[in-house]
């Protein structure tokens, strides 16, 4: 409701379009049943740092070997 205050009365018969249109598309919420829990967010932060992080891994031996001739 706060970004449509610069419509100012309007506002609210917005908001109340908003609100039934997202009743009748989302009857099941935003968040469509998903659960907030620790285990969860956990498991959330893994999944992204395991996108972010490279695939590649380099063992200690290969570098410390790769400047001998």
Do not use: C, H
């Not at 706060?2 to 009365?9: A, C, H, S, T, Y």
């Not at 506002?11 to 109340?16: E, F, K, S, V």
């Not at 659960?35 to 590649?56: A, H, M, W, Y």
């Amino acid at each position: 409701m706060e970004i449509l205050r610069p419509l100012g009365v309007w506002r609210w018969i917005i908001g109340a379009i908003l609100l039934i249109i997202t009743m009748i598309y989302k009857p099941g919420g935003l968040a469509g049943g998903k659960e907030l829990s620790i285990k969860g967010i956990v498991n959330f932060v893994d999944t992204l740092k395991n996108r972010i992080t490279p695939k590649t891994k380099f063992s200690v031996e290969n570098n410390s070997n790769s400047g001998k001739q």
